[in-house]
T-cell receptor, first 111, second 114 residues
Framework: DGGITQSPKYLFRKEGQNVTLSCEQNLNHDAMYWYRQDPGQGLRLIYYSQIVNDFQKGDIAEGYSVSREKKESFPLTVTSAQKNPTAFYLC??????????FGPGTRLTVT | KQEVTQIPAALSVPEGENLVLNCSFTDSAIYNLQWFRQDPGKGLTSLLLIQSSQREQTSGRLNASLDKSSGRSTLYIAASQPGDSATYLCAVQNSGGSNYKLTFGKGTLLTVNP
């Protein structure tokens, strides 16, 4: 099956801990994106990558880090520097200027 | 800076009714506009993609239109069903800059009552 997957579905962490969210795609798309969704707000771009070994900050990159060592994978690390990490995180992939495809999301709760 | 607005924020209709969801955007320099559906706690499902050169797209009971010059799009749902109940999101892909990010509206929460 072709698609984009995220794991885990739910993640719980204590404040002060780093946590890594997984995103994998087998659609052979060059571009991958991480968005954050909060209640009552639109999705906001955290980081994006258009090619392996290259990535750029989005609108709300502070407190997050990413890597793009393989075309299929784009993991997101939420660091202890992120002040409000509790949110729904969505990964997407696509061809620039064309359709974007989204994963099922990871709900992160930090207490 | 691109801003996307969706009206109404919530809509409740009886089953079988035709309905229209509205989306407006401030910067007409876009590659495309995408309509998504989101069920509670789930990811986004792409419904329709309209390229900037197109006026409308259709898929089954869904029809989306785009008026780029006025910065507006509508999603028309015919003969609504309870299974259509979800949040509908509109997003535009900007042609300015190099990140091809999507700018989203806050969504319309649709409830179709049996």
């Amino acid at each position: 099956d072709g698609g984009i997957t995220q794991s885990p579905k739910y993640l719980f962490r204590k404040e002060g801990q780093n946590v890594t969210l997984s995103c994998e795609q087998n659609l052979n798309h060059d571009a991958m994106y991480w968005y954050r969704q909060d209640p009552g707000q639109g999705l906001r771009l955290i980081y994006y990558s258009q090619i392996v070994n290259d990535f750029q900050k989005g609108d709300i990159a502070e407190g997050y880090s990413v890597s793009r060592e393989k075309k299929e994978s784009f993991p997101l690390t939420v660091t202890s520097a992120q002040k409000n990490p509790t949110a729904f995180y969505l990964c997407a992939c696509g061809t620039p200027a064309y359709e974007q495809y989204f994963g099922p999301g990871t709900r992160l709760t930090v207490t | 800076k691109q801003e996307v607005t969706q009206i109404p924020a919530a809509l409740s209709v009886p089953e079988g009714e035709n309905l229209v969801l509205n989306c407006s955007f401030t910067d007409s320099a876009i590659y495309n506009l995408q309509w998504f559906r989101q069920d509670p706690g789930k990811g986004l499902t792409s419904l329709l993609l309209i390229q900037s050169s197109q006026r409308e797209q259709t898929s089954g009971r869904l029809n989306a239109s785009l008026d780029k010059s006025s910065g507006r799009s509508t999603l028309y749902i015919a003969a609504s069903q309870p299974g259509d109940s979800a949040t509908y999101l509109c997003a535009v892909q900007n042609s300015g800059g190099s990140n091809y990010k999507l700018t989203f509206g806050k969504g319309t929460l649709l409830t179709v009552n049996p």
